[in-house]
């Protein structure tokens, strides 16, 4: 409908790739000058960079473009995948690999007098999201481009992230993250696209000239959400995907009526509050705070996507029964399974399709992943506040559950107890909605993420669900990372290493070709550059340490690592009780012991709630410690202890590659996968771990030679903590010896501590009593095998060769498969 002279001046004028190094240079220059106002005389490393990464997003936005239109043209079933957090980090470097330009970048830059490293380091982290669960989301976003499937991100555009971590005098204090502070070159505003959102209100039902029932939601306080969209660049494809990030803003409605009593001032006071919805991230990992704050996040994220969902799908002009075979919704975790009942509201309430016929295509468009067992971070939301906020959502939900009910009592007429049990609304005073069977309920699919965890839900949590439904309903789908950031951002030398043994980078997309560097892992020359490349790495870390901790260190040690959200299940403590232990050993030896002992590193980071009071007191505990321990002349390099403050994604880029060991020691059956203990084994360093989690399926796949495996097994977890209930279960002796070496006053103020060992000495919930020699064998093991570097190496060597199972590549592929119904389309 373009007419074709119209169409040639488009298509002379289209902004099209960068050819080379000097249109890269033209771009970057015009960007200076324009956008950023500058000149070649005034333009340090940030004005730099934020030209670079203008003339970068320009590209991006075209293979956007182009994408959207494929996407669109090609009119298949496309994937949505809702996430109240995407731990993206820095986009830049991630961009320029994957379009495929990051030579010309560098080359281009350094003409003009810019180190593109320098350049890189200007970029502040897009950091929302906590931990793990955030971090999937990033990874699987950019799967999902690299490998071709049409499919979106949805989330909630925080101005603050999470907030920045300072430590001082030992102790965790937190800081707002701005992140926004300079324009953000990543996203697109949508200004066009603002959706109205209502909270609060009632509702009311009448009968229409059909006789037909409608139901109304009215009267309620109004808010927009904004749309900012940043693309997704897949790794060598052109395909650019979408995440959709909503802003609150408050509605053009101006409150009239204050405006004409005269209290202008207050009305725009009160508009403004809209824009606190989306203003901060909820920084819990692994724990629901039922703030309702929290729940006016979820609804307005929600209901802004699904709203963007549907008005694609109407455009489609098919009826209502076929929009499971166009859409499929994933949930990850129960944070936005509202949308199930905002889709059955808006199919039954405002496009008039029957209750029944509504429930279908709800169910079978919904998919929901869970991602922890730990009851303390299952959500439920008090009916009060619930009713309050979302009137005609909780009527929809009492009607659902009234149907499910009434099906398994049909099912199982002789069980009353089932119905309490199952029932979306526990009979708690005030009575609470449980989000997670909401969103069994709703979803044709639920999985856990890895083997073990999935087992766990199936037998445990959602156990009296799986004899409901049947055993088909739940599935795994182990998690996975991306190769791109985890192995070629953040260890480019390796890579390069693994591609001369390959024969391409093409590893980066298909990471079971790993397996072709196995035969080398004895051949000396190979293991030579294996080492240098782990000593390059460690050294990076050692002046970043130097730079932040103001320590030398010694990059032969041991470099021993722990990063992650500080939480008692993920037992930091018994790291640092172990350190303790380790110290003290130190103190006793002689001169002779001390020249057979494996000097060590030990490198802890991560961020505690800031309301989490025992995950604050191991932070401080850390930092005692570690004051004592590196101050001790007695100790020299045999120890060292570090804690690396303000843990992020683009902190994990450098330390990662440089652990020789990193701990994953979740009490058996509490992690439900991690991700990190992936991202440790892919870059070269061996896991100290216990059989929890993905730890598992590691060891499957490397060897369990290959690993270093201690503690009880998920199995034994239950008798083990009803012993410490019921009968006095003596403490571990050398746990014993490090709290007496605390109590004494050794690290500073026993005060401080009195809780966190009661902890252990009580009912010690997490077994770090029970685990502790175990600990202490393997940790023996460790050192002794570190001696013997062909081993070592070789160890490592095999390790990575196994990893290609974990890309995030192959996770996608198996949504997609089992529970999307998706197909990838080619950009040719
Ligand atoms: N995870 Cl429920 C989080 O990072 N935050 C959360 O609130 C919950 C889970 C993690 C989980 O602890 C890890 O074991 C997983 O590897 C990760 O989600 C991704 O599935």
Redesign the pocket.
Known sequence: SIPSESRQVWQKFGVKEFGGKEEFQQEFIRHVETTLARSMYNCDDLAAYQAASQAIRDRLIVAWNKTQQKHTTKDRKRVYYLSLEFLMGRAMDNAMLNAGIKDITKSGVADLGFKIEDLLEQEPDAALG?????R?AACFIDSIASTNYPGWGYGLRYQYGIFKQRIVDGYQVESPDYWLTFSNPWEIPRYEIQIDIMFYGYTRKYTNDDGKVVHVWEGGEQVQAVAYDVPVPGYGTETTNNLRLWASKPTREFDFEKFNAGDYESSVRESQKAETISAVLYP????YSGKELRLKQQYFWVAASLNDIVRRFKKTHRPWKEFPDQVAIQLN?THPTLAVVELQRILIDMEGVEWDAAWNIVTNTFGY?N??V?PE?LEKWPVPLFTNLLPRHMEIIYEINLFFLQKVEKMFPKERDLLGRVSIIEESSPQQVRMAYLAIIGSHKVNG??EL?SELIKTTIFKDFVTIYGPDKFMNVT?GITPRRWLHQANPKLCDLIASKVGSYDFLKDLNLLKKIEPFAHDPKFQDEWVTIKKFNKARLAAHIKQSNGYDVNVNALFDVQVK?IHEYKRQQMNIFGVIHRYLSIKAMTEEEKKEATPRVCIFGGKSAPGYYMAKTIIKLINAVSEVVNADTDVGDLLKVFFIADYNVSKAEIIVPASDISQHISTAGT?????SNMKFVLNGGLILGTVD??NIEITREVGENNIFLFGHLAESVEDLRHKHRFSDVPLDPNLEKVFNAIEIGTFGDPNIYVSLISSVTGSDYYLVSDDFQSYLDAQKLVDQDFKNKDTWVSRSITAVANMGFFSSDRAIDEYAESIWNIEPIAMD
């Open positions: 906590n931990g793990g669960l955030g999937l819990n990992d692994n724990f975790d992943t991602h922890t730990l971070a993420v890895a965890h998690n959200r992690e439900a996968s991690g991700t989690g993905a």
